[in-house]
């Protein structure tokens, strides 16, 4: 709640004198600090509540500060979980180059689809799973067990021998890399203050992309592209084994289990992939028309209304809480969040990095550290959702253009070529535009243009709608000091002084005076 003016009355502040005179055991007038001036923002993870107020004795000692972490802990940290980025980033990248490998290995020519969407659907779907159970267990054995899973994964896909045991092994690899990432920011976050975190969030963006670039470039078969991550995982799940020091709540098996919110865990998980199969068969395997495609968005978006009111009203620790929408600085962040991943082929470079981490510490510093792990899972999956969205969008408006030039087309072309150019076909058939006479190819690229410059504005429109959310971020002050995480079955008991998800200010000892503001 908001810090105003005349919150403490004359009464209260009398009774808190007379408990200090009670305490010092003489009647003595309390000694009042000066006038400060208290900020009116909501107290929160990003506002400390003594942050603006005078030290106490407890404050003023130097071992209750908490402590910063040491250079030679930092690195600890943070090279594994960068190994860890790079990993992911580097496999999710180096498969495309080898598809044609495969396909030729597996004499398989319609299973090879599955190799990139298996991977995708997959670690979409078990999204916001990974915060909520991270919460329970405690960030390290998490991360492990995401490590191991990818591990896994990898070991299938290098040994495969037919295209469905590849696409298993894509799906596991798909669940482990979800973990993996989610659990890299969650415990960056966990460790470092909110002023500070957005740096080393950077750093592991940096890396992300450094991964996803040279992925395509490495060379070697197309099984090496899995063995690569086994003695790279090998090595940083030992480091973060026996050096990654970071509090466990020590819950058991069987308590954990039952604090899971198994209902909407598979609630999301169903609703997640009705949407996401629906939008990837769409006008691919099946027409956008057909019954399989329309019975898969609608029953995904039913599935996903249930699953809200599932967490709103009926989950007592919900996948994803509805107070993580109670903020309008944490809803925009989302807002802007989605959005920078349908305009990331639009805008690159500085104005796209720049907006790839601040929307995420800006929703934690509206929020608790009771929701530092459903933050970063929640974010997460409405990326990987707009993404998906964003791709399918991008595709309708394209084919839908060029379907609307193949009447010009045809009489330039003739009806055969033009076809080659319609809207399905437009995409896979670029290359034929080289064989074109040099005035055809001319007709035929100023047909391409037309198709994506349609596409390009509804990029802008939806950047205008992540500008637009901006306008609705407040401003929060930053702590420079980090925040231990709450976890285990009884995390909200612990978190005291709590109400509705947003941290309420501590009493104040002696009494102060709230400045006129």
């Known amino acids: 709640m908001p810090l105003r003016r005349g919150d403490a009355s004359a009464s209260s502040l009398e009774d808190a004198a007379s408990a200090t005179q009670a305490t010092d055991g003489a009647s003595t007038e309390p000694n009042f600090p000066p006038r400060q001036i208290i900020s009116k923002d909501i107290v ?46 580097l496999d ?23 190799i990139g969407s298996a991977f995708i659907l997959a670690s979409t779907a078990i999204t916001p799973v990974w915060g909520s159970i991270s919460d329970i267990w405690g960030r390290k054995p998490i991360v492990l067990i995401a490590l191991t899973i990818f591990l896994a994964g990898s070991l299938i896909c290098a040994l495969a021998h037919r295209t469905d045991m590849l696409i298993a092994g894509r799906a596991i690899q798909g669940l482990g890399s979800s973990g993996l990432g989610i659990m890299v920011n969650v415990i960056i976050c966990d460790t470092f203050s909110l002023r500070d975190r957005g740096l080393y969030l950077a750093i592991t963006s940096l890396v992300w992309a450094v991964g996803s670039t040279v992925g395509p470039i490495i060379g070697g078969s197309w099984r090496w592209c899995f063995w690569i991550n086994l003695p790279i995982g090998a090595l940083v799940f030992f480091v973060l084994l026996f050096f990654l020091k970071l509090p466990s709540p020590h819950t058991p098996i069987i308590p954990g289990l039952k604090a899971i919110d198994w209902a909407g865990s598979m609630l999301i998980i169903g609703a997640a992939l009705m949407i ?65 991943f349908y305009v990331l082929i639009v805008i690159t470079g500085i104005g796209v990095g720049m907006n790839l981490e601040p929307p995420l510490v800006a929703a934690q510093a509206a929020m608790t550290v009771l929701d530092t792990a459903v933050i970063q899972s929640t974010m997460t999956f409405l990326r990987s959702l707009a993404t998906a969205i964003a791709v399918v969008l991008g595709g ?109 200010p501590q009493p104040i000892e002696p009494p102060h005076q709230l400045a006129d503001n």
């Open 44 to 89: 929160s993870e990003g506002d400390d509540a003594t942050a603006n107020l005078p030290p106490t004795s407890s404050q003023a000692e130097p071992q209750d500060e908490p402590q910063k972490p040491s250079g030679a802990s930092i690195a600890l940290i943070m090279v594994p979980l960068c190994l860890s980025v790079f990993m992911s980033a």
């Open 276 to 340: 996401l199969l629906g939008l990837d068969f769409g006008n691919v395997t099946f027409p956008w028309s057909s019954v399989t495609v329309i019975c898969l968005i609608v029953f995904g978006v039913v599935t996903l209304g249930v699953f809200i009111i599932n967490e709103w009203k009926i989950a007592p620790n919900p996948v994803i809480p509805m107070r993580l929408f109670s903020d309008r600085s944490t809803v925009a962040a989302y807002v802007i969040w989605s959005c920078n």
């Open 396 to 504: 309708v408006i394209f084919q839908n253009e060029m379907d609307a030039s193949s009447h010009r087309l045809g009489k330039v072309l003739g009806e055969e070529v033009a076809q080659q150019f319609n809207g399905d076909q437009a995409a896979a058939n670029v290359e034929l535009i080289k064989l074109l006479p040099s005035d055809q190819q001319e007709q035929v690229r100023d047909a391409y243009f037309d198709a994506f410059k349609s596409v390009w504005i509804m990029f802008v429109t939806v950047a205008g709608l992540s500008l637009l959310a901006n306008l609705f971020l407040r401003a929060h002050h930053l702590s420079t000091t980090s925040k231990e995480a709450v976890l285990g079955v009884d995390r909200k008991e612990k978190h005291t002084g709590t109400a509705n998800g947003i941290q309420a």
């Open 92 to 114: 999710l990248t180096i498969v495309t180059p080898a598809i044609p490998a495969i396909v030729s290995s597996f004499k398989s020519g319609t299973g090879y689809v599955w």
